[in-house]
């Protein structure tokens, strides 16, 4: 099993990014995936989940500004980040889960003020 995250980057506040997560070798084994993220100093939180029936959960301060889709004919999962505010900045991390827990590496999203 291979996660690779994409799309991160430096935005200002207000701005939009899209993050990528491609899943290898099968997206559709994985019965929960989603991103975290770890601002610095602080533990890595949920941000955004999607079950393998589509159904999605956000935490409450991303609600409304991000969205989380699951594309299974390119293998991807990716979460449309608009309305980006500082405290948003952190490091993203593709996560998946299906009889064990999955992590790729983590992408530098930084949102200035």
């Known amino acids: 099993v291979q996660l690779q995250a994409f799309g991160g980057g430096l935005v200002q506040a207000g701005g939009c990014l899209r993050l990528?997560?491609?899943?290898?070798?099968?997206?559709?084994?994985?019965?929960?995936m989603g991103w975290y993220r770890q601002a610095p100093g602080k533990q890595r939180e949920p941000v955004a989940l999607?079950?393998?029936?589509?159904?999605?959960e956000y935490v409450d301060s991303v609600k409304g500004r991000f969205t989380i889709s699951r594309d299974n004919a390119r293998n991807t999962v990716d979460l449309q980040m608009n309305s980006l505010k500082p405290e948003d900045t952190a490091v993203y991390f593709c996560?998946?889960?299906?009889?064990?827990?999955?992590w790729g590496q983590g992408t530098q999203v930084t949102v200035s003020s």
């Open positions: 990528s997560c491609a899943a290898s070798p099968d997206l559709s084994r994985f019965a929960i």
């Open positions: 996560y998946a889960y299906q009889r064990g827990t999955y």
């Open positions: 999607i079950s393998s029936m589509d159904s999605t």
